[in-house]
T-cell receptor, first 113, second 108 residues
Framework: EPEVTQTPSHQVTQMGQEVILRCVPI?????FYWYRQILGQKVEFLVS????????KSEIFDDQFSVERPDGSNFTLKIRSTKLEDSAMYFC???????????FGPGTRLTVT | KNEVEQSPQNLTAQEGEFITINCSYS?????LHWLQQHPGGGIVSLFM???GKKKHGRLIATINIQEKHSSLHITASHPRDSAVYIC??????????FGKGMKLTVNP
């Protein structure tokens, strides 16, 4: 069964450094999402992406964040200058359509020291 | 802004018990998702529904649009059902709003 994959599974970085989290969505899916979950808290929406552009973003998704689909298969989340409070699990998800079941990747645990 | 509430927050059950997890939301939606989060952190989609009832194996999900309420039932629970069960809603946009989740522990 097709699945969403994410790399790396765990990333440790120093405050102020740039990180890129990578996701490979399911190949025939058209909608892509990033979510984050701070330890012990609920999952939060960051951004949705369709037709090579952001379709919706949350208040969390400020200028420090960007997303890209560089080559038609990968979907990346870049955090330009990481802060301690960016430490969280980041999940990528993809779906066939706008109000369709979303398939989640296994997550990348980001630790900012 | 939609508020999603789940109850109970934690539940411990004995193997074989029938379990019900509740979710209520404050604003009309286009769809509701039930998700399962394993201890390792991975999230699996169980159901997406916008009306009525869906069944998959031992899991049944129902939604009452008028009451703004959904339930997830697990029949003949098993220790492998131990996980966090998360309700999430979407309404008019693609953005999912998540509940805090309910931690289920099923003891053998």
């Amino acid at each position: 069964e097709p699945e969403v994959t994410q790399t790396p599974s765990h990333q440790v970085t120093q405050m102020g450094q740039e990180v890129i989290l990578r996701c490979v969505p399911i190949s025939n899916h058209l909608y892509f999402y990033w979510y984050r979950q701070i330890l012990g808290q609920k999952v939060e929406f960051l951004v949705s992406f369709y037709n090579n552009e952001i379709s919706e973003k949350s208040e969390i998704f400020d200028d420090q964040f960007s997303v890209e689909r560089p080559d038609g298969s990968n979907f990346t989340l870049k955090i330009r200058s990481t802060k301690l409070e960016d430490s969280a699990m980041y999940f990528c998800a993809s779906a066939q359509g706008a109000v369709y079941e979303q398939y989640f990747g296994p997550g990348t645990r980001l630790t900012v020291t | 802004k939609n508020e999603v509430e789940q109850s109970p927050q934690n539940l411990t059950a004995q193997e074989g018990e029938f379990i019900t997890i509740n979710c209520s939301y404050s604003v009309g939606i286009s769809a509701l998702h039930w998700l399962q989060q394993h201890p390792g952190g991975g999230i699996v989609s169980l159901f997406m529904l916008s009306s009525g009832k869906k069944k998959h194996g031992r899991l049944i999900a129902t939604i009452n649009i008028q009451e703004k309420h959904s339930s997830l039932h697990i029949t003949a629970s098993h220790p492998r059902d131990s996980a966090v069960y998360i309700c999430a809603v979407e309404g008019g946009s693609e953005k999912l709003v998540f509940g805090k989740g309910m931690k289920l522990t099923v003891n053998p």
